[in-house]
């Protein structure tokens, strides 16, 4: 998708034509024509998902294993979960310390616009949501233990590029 052809956008300078907007990966980058310019005139953020190693529930415990933000998830934005056609009621766990002997976790809250907070639920059956997961570690907890494994889809939300504004 380009800018049509010979048609101002604020430029003292004229039109931008095709070649003059750089899109991929749902990022946008304006780039000044002016000849051996690289200047960026704009930007917008880019995100893409990246698939990490699924967490599977096991029979009979309701547990997850623990995933590591700085083995799976530290750049992460948000963690996207895709739930089995079996998945029933559960949330997610968080610790500050996946490494210690015996962590300690705390259930995911959010407070809804204008509600109390309240612990954010996984994604049920067939279902896929999304979260952000401000912890050192955090696993999956199903409110009944399954009578067959669940495994979960996980991807992770990472931003493609930090560049602002200025040469390219």
């Given at each position: 998708m380009y800018p049509q052809p010979n048609?101002?956008?604020?430029?003292?300078r004229g039109a931008y034509e095709p070649g003059g907007l750089t899109m991929g990966h749902n990022s946008c980058i304006l780039r000044d024509r002016a000849v051996?310019?690289?200047?960026?005139?704009?930007?917008s953020m880019s995100f893409d998902l990246v698939k990490c190693p699924d967490m599977i529930v096991a029979t009979g415990t309701g547990l997850s294993p623990v995933v590591k933000a700085r083995e799976v998830y530290a750049d992460a934005r948000t963690i996207v979960l895709y739930a089995?056609?079996?998945?029933?009621?559960?949330t997610i766990e968080c610790t500050d310390d996946p490494d210690a002997a015996a962590p300690t976790f705390y259930t995911l809250q959010d407070r809804p616009l204008g509600g109390a907070l309240a612990d954010v639920p996984l994604p049920l059956a067939g279902k896929v949501a999304e979260f952000a997961i401000p912890a050192q570690g955090f696993r999956l907890h199903m409110t009944a233990a399954p009578g067959a494994p669940l495994t979960f889809k996980v991807f992770k939300r990472?931003?493609?590029?930090?560049?602002?504004?200025?040469s390219y």
């Open positions: 048609r101002a956008w604020n430029d003292p051996n310019s690289s200047n960026i005139l704009g930007f089995p056609t079996s998945a029933t009621a559960g990472v931003e493609l590029s930090g560049v602002m504004a200025g």
